[in-house]
């Protein structure tokens, strides 16, 4: 995305009365830095008794800051100095840069756990493909000397979940036409949108998760990282316009909101062909993968914050990967699973204490005491966790179970403790393997059928994890 500049007057909400000029810089990947000539007192003092001042090490938290740029409102969440030069130890100082986690442009917000939004618009990396909605034909050839293509209005799709109404729908721009001296050439757009409702007004971090939420979904289903794209949240009251006839237009009251995030959109670089999906809403309903996937993935949120956040932030060694791979495994059970073992609890503590009551030393049975408990092992775990997907589809990525469950117990101990001093077993294979295992089961819980679940399994093994 290109850089943004925004240039205004800058202060925060409890002293409107010092504002600041400066320029809020938008870089590509969501980086945002405000600079001010001048800038804010951030430093923490304490009086004395003997009535001098002790100025602390420690700076003030910057919850907010708001900007009015040509009009424009702006408020900025998060912020800490990156650097102050001027104003000594104290005072404010004479320039001063900023970082902001967030901006929210069009809004003055005080605090952005105010319940002030009710709706999101959301792009996604990849999205248009994988809801494959029939927006654009186009000809492959010349038929009678004519090549054609046509953009279509498709229906909306749409789902629930905890009383919110999570929608897809097209955008559509219709063609455009530009006319160069050295040709004529015709563009159409089509792209999709997630649509996210609340039964009541809510807060901006509500939103955030669904579009989290949602952005890990096409990640699994394209097995690739897909970010993203944009944020408009619509304010509770809209604006009122007046029209060139003279009556008036109700509109939604836009909010964009820009960061940094985890993985940076690449909106115009080329997408994921259909055919490598690992599935689609043709394979499975909008209205029935919504609400399943959401279900699913709050129930297993550590799991999956490990999981994905390895798609979009891939760690350089195999060793940091693999690890990371055995802690979503072993998370991703105790989610799904939990804890159960072959031994009921009521049995184990009788057998617990009987083994306890044996040793008369003390510390030796305080010592056996905190050794012994009542969980699935990690091999286990693994095991337990291979037995969800059907066996035909899991051995079409791990033919022996069982060597695999120990491989991977023996390295991630041995990277866990040892840093991996001494494993010798083929780790590359052990991580492509777990991360297509991993993707398999979560793809499985979504209720695909064994036939799609088949095709994933052929295709998994081949992404770049």
């Given at each position: 995305m290109e ?16 504002r600041k ?26 009086s ?6 002790t ?6 938290d910057?919850?907010?800051v ?21 104003g ?18 069009g ?21 248009t493909?994988?809801l ?15 090549a054609?293509?046509?953009?279509k ?7 629930t979940?905890?009383g919110?109404?999570i929608?897809?729908?097209?955008s ?6 530009t ?35 949602f ?17 408009f949240l ?9 029209a ?47 609400p ?44 799904l ?14 057998l ?35 037995a ?9 990525i ?24 001494g ?43």
């Amino acid at each position: 995305m290109e850089e943004r500049k925004f240039y205004g007057e800058w202060w925060i909400p409890e002293g409107e009365g010092s504002r600041k000029p400066g320029v809020l810089t938008v870089a590509g990947d969501g980086d945002l830095q405000l600079e001010l000539i001048g800038g804010f007192d951030l430093n923490v003092t304490s009086s004395n008794p003997d009535g001098s001042t002790t100025v602390s090490g420690a700076s003030k938290d910057l919850p907010a800051v708001h900007g009015i740029c040509e009009g424009t409102l702006v408020t900025l969440v998060n912020c800490f100095s990156l650097l102050s030069r001027g104003g000594w130890f104290v005072g404010e100082p004479a320039f001063q840069r900023l970082y902001a986690q967030r901006a929210l442009i069009g809004i003055h917000l005080h605090d952005v756990t105010d319940p002030l939004f009710k709706r999101a618009t959301v792009r996604i990396e990849n999205l248009t493909s994988w809801l494959a909605m029939p927006l654009m034909t186009r000809s492959w050839g010349f038929e009678n000397g004519i090549a054609s293509a046509e953009l279509k209005v498709a229906d909306s799709l749409s789902a629930t979940f905890d009383g919110w109404t999570i929608s897809a729908g097209p955008s559509l721009r219709g063609f455009s036409y530009t006319e160069t001296r050295e040709s004529h050439r015709v563009s159409g757009d089509a792209t999709a949108e997630l649509y996210f409702d609340p039964p009541d007004p809510s807060a901006i971090e509500n939103f955030d998760r669904f579009a989290l939420e949602f952005m890990d979904l096409v990640t699994l289903a394209s097995g690739s990282p897909s970010g993203v794209i944009s944020v408009f949240l619509d304010q509770i009251e809209d604006e009122v316009i007046e029209a060139g006839d003279g009556h008036q237009i109700s509109r939604p009251r836009q909010v964009e909101l820009v960061g940094r995030r985890i993985h940076t959109a690449e909106p115009d670089a080329e997408a994921v062909k259909p055919h490598n999906f690992l599935f689609t809403c043709r394979d499975l309903p909008f209205d029935v993968v919504a609400p399943a996937w959401l279900a699913l993935r709050r129930k297993a949120s550590a799991a999956c914050n490990v999981f994905f956040g390895m798609r979009y932030a891939t760690p350089g060694f195999t060793e940091v990967r693999l690890l990371l791979l055995s802690v979503s495994l072993e998370a991703l059970h105790r989610s799904l699973i939990g804890n159960t073992t072959d031994l009921p609890g009521e049995k184990f503590q009788q057998l617990r204490e009987t083994v306890l009551a044996a040793l008369e030393d003390l510390e030796e049975r305080a010592w056996l005491k905190a050794r012994l408990y009542n969980e699935p092992s990690f091999k286990e775990r693994a095991l337990s966790l291979a037995a969800l997907p059907p066996a035909t589809t899991v051995a079409r990525i791990i033919p022996n179970l069982e060597q695999w469950a120990k491989e991977m117990r023996d390295v991630r101990n041995g990277i866990a403790h040892v840093a991996g001093e001494g494993v010798t077993h083929d780790i590359f294979k052990l991580q492509m393997q777990t991360a297509a295992l991993l993707s398999l089961v979560l793809i499985c819980q979504l209720g695909l059928s064994d036939e799609i679940l088949q095709r994933v399994a052929d295709n998994v093994l081949h992404l770049d994890f």
